[in-house]
């Protein structure tokens, strides 16, 4: 089992920046890849960004490519989602994800083959 724990949400203007944390327990988290999704009010779950468990391999969707960056530090057991430039569409309930096991260089944005989920941390961005 893996416990995830998800920081660093809060309320931004419109072109401001935020660093999301997730942290995680349990077993061997640099085993596998770890992802961000994200949920708007009245929408389904997207994908965000995800990154390979040896920090490989990232992806990303299309809308935050250039904008968001993610990273990891095995060392830690953190994955970070480092937000720029943020955008009123970018307001969310985000979730950091993880697989129970992937190969090096692989980082699926298929939110089906992530096992282990956080609780979500809430990004508003203001016009």
């Known amino acids: 089992q893996v416990q995830l724990v998800e920081s660093g949400g809060g309320l931004v203007q419109a072109g401001g920046s935020l660093r999301l944390s997730c942290v995680a327990s349990?077993?061997?988290?640099?085993?596998?890849?770890v992802g961000w999704f994200r949920q708007a009010p009245g929408k389904e779950r997207e994908f965000v960004a995800a990154?390979?468990?040896?920090?490989?391999?990232?992806n990303y969707a299309d809308s935050v490519k250039s904008r968001f960056t993610i990273s990891r530090d095995n060392a830690k057991d953190t994955v970070y989602l480092q937000m720029n430039s943020l955008k009123p569409e970018d307001t969310a309930v985000y979730y950091c994800?993880?697989?129970?096991?992937?190969?090096?260089?692989?980082?699926?944005?298929?939110?089906?083959?992530?096992?282990?989920w956080g609780q979500g941390t809430q990004v508003t961005v203001s016009s």
């Open positions: 990154i390979s468990k040896n920090s490989f391999n990232s």
């Open positions: 349990g077993r061997t988290f640099s085993s596998s890849a």
């Open positions: 994800a993880s697989l129970v096991y992937s190969t090096t260089g692989y980082a699926p944005a298929r939110e089906m083959e992530y096992a282990y």
